[in-house]
């Protein structure tokens, strides 16, 4: 079928593309790669993939090319389902005889509920969806593909048995060959990496049983699956040759640094190839191997520390000690690594107390940038099932963002309400950036390039409507 794959359009800002950690709208705005939209397009011959919020493609204008296909395929999350929905309804009224699918965490935990409160969506491709997709779109009869919720020709919901999880890895093609057909990659930034930069899998799932995280509890799975090196390192070829613009690669595998000796083997090719790169990581990686990565073209480290409060790390079943995190991040800094730190506020067992301390910590281990988010209690998580058991969470009213995109508190405790922790995030991006030694660095980065104090004057720009947006939603709340 001639098959478009859809980010649809949604919050002005809304960091929701289907490589992004939190669907919300970011303090400063960034959009990530949508690759795993990208995966199933590449193999599907002659699709066409159209990513709308980061190159502000209007609805209007996807409506207008509705005539040009037969099969539509969404990227769909909480926070977007309904703005999703809307968008099929339009594309359908447009061309009624078009195919409609959806994919992501949302249908891959409840595509019976997604497709009772949408008529218009022809089937869910549920867990891991790159073959189911294809197979729809290679017109395979739906009663026939694995992993796969339809409507028959009575609007009855079937709900095919699962597909088995992916093991050879490397039986995907590049989904960099999909960026290079459809995407700007100039329309692509985030904040601590350098542009332009370029973002793609190396593997899937992780190891970790966070209870809050929400790809390898719904879509990823817990067993870290990887491409083979040689794999890997082609494609980077592949991109030096295709996007010789490139300022940095970003590995987005939920924990990169999940295999130590696969890491090192990867770092030393990269090194052969000089390229800059980075990827998401444990703050429990040994100085040795650090050091290796280092030496071979590593720039930055994006690790969850999460808390500084060591009850609240056992209580979301993160598997790290306070003082291992700590002892790690100083290796970095000797070392010369970077680090974007990510931080969560409201989790269980949070306080008063334990948020101060978690800001303390932050301060005291200094990554060089940091995020501050509020927990999130996706449905298919663990956080959410223990949520909902606990009364933590109000079902009838559990909107992870407002009318604006922004990340909101949905969590409470008999101890700390919702906008406690709402308000703790501000305080949390106060203390650690408006400090002495904090703020003569960033002047001093800026003060070296010329480039980097136009980047963080707008930035700052940036921030400041962010907040005062969030300003807007406690108020409204």
Not at 333 to 338: F, K, Q, R, S, T
Request: net charge neutral; aromatic share 10%; with cysteine.
């Amino acid at each position: 079928m001639r098959t478009l794959f859809l980010q649809a359009p949604t919050f002005d800002g809304f960091d929701g593309g289907a490589g992004s950690r939190y669907q919300a709208k970011r303090e400063i705005k960034s959009f990530w790669y949508p690759t795993w939209l990208a995966q199933p397009a590449a193999l599907v011959p002659n699709s066409k993939l159209i990513d709308a919020p980061p190159h502000n493609i209007k609805l209007q204008e996807i409506v207008a090319q509705a005539n040009d296909f037969d099969l539509v395929v969404l990227h769909t999350s909480v926070p977007s389902f309904k703005s999703d929905v809307k968008t099929v309804e339009a594309l359908k009224a447009a061309n009624p005889k078009l195919i409609a699918g959806l994919i992501g965490a949302k249908v891959a935990v409840d595509a019976a509920g997604a497709m009772a409160q949408a008529p218009c969506i022809n089937f869910c491709a549920r867990n891991e969806f790159d073959f189911t997709v294809k197979e729809v779109a290679d017109g395979t009869p739906m009663s026939e593909i694995k992993g796969l919720s339809f409507r028959d020709a009575n609007g009855v919901v079937i709900h095919n048995q699962d597909r088995e999880i992916m093991t050879d890895m490397d039986q995907l093609p590049f989904v960099t060959s999909v960026y290079k057909r459809d995407l700007q990659m100039e329309k692509y930034f985030i904040g601590y990496l350098k542009h332009p930069y370029i973002s793609f899998y190396s593997g899937r799932g992780c190891k970790s049983r966070c209870t809050f995280c929400l790809w390898p509890q719904t879509v990823g799975g817990h067993t870290y699956r990887t491409r083979s090196v040689a794999h890997v390192i082609e494609e980077i070829k592949y991109c030096l040759k295709e996007f010789p613009q490139t300022k940095e690669f970003f590995f987005d595998d939920d924990t990169f640094t999940d295999n130590l000796p696969r890491a090192e083997e990867i770092a030393r090719e990269l090194g052969k190839l000089g390229v800059t790169w980075s990827c998401n990581a444990k703050a429990n990686v040994p100085r040795e191997t650090l050091k290796v990565l280092k030496e071979n073209g590593l720039r930055l480290l994006l690790v969850g520390y999460e808390s500084g409060n060591q009850q609240i790390l056992n209580n979301i079943k993160k598997g790290m000690r306070v003082e291992v995190a700590e002892r790690f991040t100083k290796d970095c800094h000797d070392l010369g690594i970077a680090i974007h730190g990510t931080f969560i506020v409201g989790l269980p067992g949070e306080t008063k107390e334990t948020i101060q301390e978690t800001i303390a910590f932050a301060k005291r281990i200094n990554p060089h940038t940091i995020q501050a988010s509020l927990a999130a209690p996706y449905p298919g998580t663990f956080l959410y099932k223990q949520a909902v058991e606990n009364g933590w969470l109000d079902v009838a009213n559990a909107e992870l963002v407002d009318e604006n995109g922004v990340q909101i508190a949905p969590l409470h405790y008999p101890h700390l309400s919702h906008s406690e922790i709402f308000a703790a995030v501000e305080e949390f991006y106060r203390k650690f950036y408006f400090r002495a030694p904090k703020i003569a660095s960033i002047v001093s980065e800026m003060v070296r390039s010329p480039d980097m104090m136009k980047r963080r004057l707008r930035e700052g720009v940036e921030f400041y409507r962010f907040l005062k947006e969030r300003q807007g939603t406690a108020k409204a709340a």
